[in-house]
């Protein structure tokens, strides 16, 4: 077999290619090799010369070819895909396939399209893609930001010089180990922005790791640092408050979360110069969250740092054990600036077992709009008794809240006539008021207990949220809150275990709210009755979304009907149309991939043609 390819003339200023004569078997055997440079007289030099260019650009990042040379390219590109579809049809030449397989990759690597593209719409594409991801330190093989650096040849410049993509930072103890440190530090410092906000999180170090990221990042980047995120060990805070001696001015947002020590901890660290100066000097730290599994002194000793409390705006105690309504109050009654609120009790803990509050203990926060409650608590006879505003409140999230004695504490939900968000999910022992819930301004619900549906006469409701566990799925109990609350809901969802819900009771559901447009319930499983009615605008004539989970031998069924939509909506309207349905997404569990896979062709090449965006998804039933 002849080994050289028998490269075309290029005459008379313009590229023409050249076929080969039936006795010839030509090879690229030597494309891939140096030796193309010394080629015998059969090949035009200047051809040769060009396609060696193209196959360099293919090869080297630094390479970009003129417009002219890109011309040229998409012929030898066509060319060579002309050749390698005839490579296909003979066994015998796999290995020379292979050959032509790596010529094509390169040939298309120097014609893509974004090794023409300024580091500057670079930088922006790869910002919108990370989406304000931080970075996390070891990267990881398949971490995005690596796996991006394939993409074009000015990746490492963009990667570098980006502020967008390395402001935010993650350091995880537990996997750089004592050695790599050093070098760590010294890549991290030479990557994030020396202006502009800087987000720094630091997890699970030991005392000398810790000292070793303050000395070598924190305090060089300190005057960069707005949100500062810390799991350390209790014995290590008085290395963080060291750097009082640092200009902390722009630091808005700071996360303490104390690692538990078996050692008692010395916590006169409170009392201490530099903690005070590190607080004062913190004067725009607007958020603070306190998380804690120790002792009662050390929770005691966060709650009495010398924060700024007045003009902090978001508080979060999570853990604090105990958290008694003596701490509640020492603490919020200093928040006077404060919006939003967020408590996890520590289990267990004692709220108001042998305290009652009076009125005038009631708290002044005439800022606080939202607040979340979370955890263990002794019974108290109401949870109004915390001296909390909740006539101000738009936003409430009461989840998992227990109570450890089978007496039932009452949520003064009738007090909150502001809301406009309510979450309820997974509480125990808790009891709303008596009589009709009237909350004017409700629009999202997300709940799972029956009852506050049952009671609730909410106008504004556009958004319901059923979470599954221990309630039905929508059946006449949802039917009633609609038509109690004459609302127009605009989105419904279920998320939970798999589920098969009452079919005539669902479809009446869906009857019952023709305004929504969004219907998410991955977790039932739907028959292939109401899919239909969908599709055709039966039920729910204005939905654009809808995400479900279809039996396996409903899948290829559905489809199939989209396709005799769209096709019906085009013959129609005598254009490109996108269907009733903008946005569908099947979830199929326990069908074969070969399946899925065929279904997802089919829908693609309707997206294209109709400008939707239909999916299919494989998934078990866990």
């Avoid at 060319?79 to 290995?95: G, P, T």
């Avoid at 093989?141 to 935010?168: E, G, T």
């Avoid at 903008?582 to 569990?589: C, D, F, I, M, T």
């Amino acid at each position: 077999m002849n080994s050289h390819y028998s490269l075309p003339v290029k005459p008379r200023g313009c590229l023409r290619l050249r076929g080969f004569c039936a006795a010839q078997s030509p090879s690229f055997s030597q494309l891939d090799s140096k030796t193309d440079r010394n080629m015998d007289a059969q090949y035009d030099p200047d051809y040769a010369l060009l396609h060696q260019k193209v196959l360099d650009a293919g090869s080297r990042n630094e390479d970009i070819l003129t417009e002219t040379e890109r011309k040229q390219a998409l012929l030898i590109l066509r060319e060579s895909e002309v050749r390698l579809s005839s490579l296909d049809k003979n066994e015998n030449l796999l290995i020379e396939r292979k050959r032509l397989t790596l010529h094509l990759s390169h040939v298309r690597v120097a014609l893509a399209p974004h090794k023409r593209l300024p580091a500057e719409i670079l930088g922006k594409i790869f910002a919108c893609a990370v989406d304000g991801d931080p970075v996390e330190f070891p990267i990881r093989p398949l971490q995005l930001f690596w796996v991006l650096r394939q993409v074009c040849s000015k990746w490492r410049q963009v990667a570098l010089h980006d502020p967008r993509i390395w402001n935010a930072v993650i350091l995880d103890g537990f996997s750089i180990k004592r050695q790599q440190l050093p070098d760590m530090i010294s890549i991290i410092t030479t990557l994030i922005p020396r202006t502009g906000p800087l987000s720094l999180t630091l997890r699970h170090p030991t005392r000398e790791y810790f000292v070793a990221v303050v000395e070598g990042i924190i305090i060089p980047f300190v005057h960069c640092l707005t949100q500062l995120n810390l799991e350390i060990p209790a014995h290590a805070l008085p290395d963080l408050f060291a750097l009082s001696h640092h200009s902390l001015g722009n630091l808005q947002s700071l996360d303490l979360y104390i690692l538990y020590h078996h050692k008692v901890v010395d916590t006169s660290f409170t009392q201490k110069p530099a903690t005070s100066l590190f607080f004062h000097g913190a004067m725009n730290l607007r958020t603070l969250e306190l998380h804690s599994f120790h002792s009662s002194r050390m929770a005691g000793a966060l709650l009495d740092l010398p924060v700024r409390w007045d003009q902090l705006t978001t508080l979060t105690l999570i853990e604090l054990q105990p958290l008694t309504p003596a701490d509640v109050h020492h603490v919020l009654r200093r928040c006077f600036s404060l919006q939003k609120l967020r408590i996890k009790f520590h289990h267990g803990a004692k709220i108001l077992a042998h305290v009652t509050y009076n009125y005038e203990d009631h708290l002044e926060l005439p800022y606080l709009r939202e607040v979340e409650l979370q955890g263990e608590i002794n019974h108290p006879p109401s949870l109004r008794n915390l001296g909390l505003p909740w006539s101000q409140f738009t936003v409430l999230r009461i989840e998992d809240l227990r109570a450890t004695a089978q007496q039932h504490t009452e949520i003064p939900l009738k007090d909150c006539v502001l809301l406009e968000e309510l979450t309820l999910v997974d509480n125990t022992y808790l009891r709303l008021p008596d009589g009709p819930l009237h909350l004017p301004h409700l629009k999202h619900l997300q709940t799972n207990e029956s009852g506050v549906i049952s009671q609730l006469v909410a106008p504004a409701l556009a958004s319901l949220h059923i979470t599954g566990g221990s309630l039905r799925v929508p059946e006449d109990i949802f039917i009633d809150l609609v038509n109690r609350s004459q609302c127009l809901l605009s989105e419904f969802a279920y998320s939970g275990q798999v589920t098969r819900p009452d079919s005539a009771g669902f479809y009446k559901f869906l009857s019952a709210v023709p305004s929504i447009t969004t219907l998410d319930v991955k977790s039932l499983v739907l028959e292939s009755s109401i899919l239909q009615a969908i599709t055709r605008g039966e039920l729910l004539p204005q939905a654009t979304t809808v995400c479900c989970w279809v039996k396996p031998q409903h899948l290829e069924e559905f489809v199939a009907i989209l396709e005799v939509h769209t096709n019906e909506s085009r013959a129609k309207s005598g254009a490109r149309k996108s269907g009733i349905l903008g946005n569908v997404e099947l979830h199929a569990g326990y069908t074969p991939l070969g399946c899925v896979k065929a279904m997802r062709t089919r829908l693609d090449k309707l997206n294209v043609e109709f400008g939707t965006s239909w999916s299919v998804y494989e998934l078990s039933s866990d």
